[in-house]
């Protein structure tokens, strides 16, 4: 059973960084596109940013210059820097992964909570 666990999540002040990080694990062909969510209290997920199998990356304006995306397929993790964090950038921050084993199916973490606030 494939499994996505996320880590790095925690508190930081307006200005400061974090790093997320999302680890797969169990037994797979291939992991596709990779990509961060996020859900803050009371508003819908939203999708943060992307990246390709090939390593092209996407970014929602809000993140963009701001959050970069990455992944080491021999790891099997991805990874979300995040500098000058914003209060409104405060959610829980999910993982989810295109996984291929006997068929193609989109998988999630379980989240992690990034609160920014002084």
């Known amino acids: 059973q494939v499994q996505l666990v996320e880590s790095g999540g925690g508190l930081v002040q307006p200005g400061g960084s974090l790093r997320l990080s999302c680890t797969v694990s169990?037994?797979?062909?291939?992991?596709?596109?990779m990509r961060w969510y996020r859900q803050a209290p009371g508003k819908e997920r939203e999708l943060v940013a992307t990246i390709s199998s090939l390593g092209r990356t996407n970014y929602a304006d809000s993140v963009k210059v701001r959050f970069t995306i990455s992944r080491d397929d021999f790891k099997k993790m991805v990874y979300l820097q995040m500098n000058s964090l914003k209060p409104e950038d405060t959610a829980v921050y999910y993982c989810?992964?295109?996984?291929?084993?006997?068929?193609?199916?989109?998988?999630w973490g379980q989240g992690t909570q990034v609160t920014v606030s002084s």
């Open positions: 989810n992964a295109d996984i291929l084993e006997s068929r193609l199916s989109s998988q």
């Open positions: 169990g037994h797979m062909f291939s992991i596709g596109e």
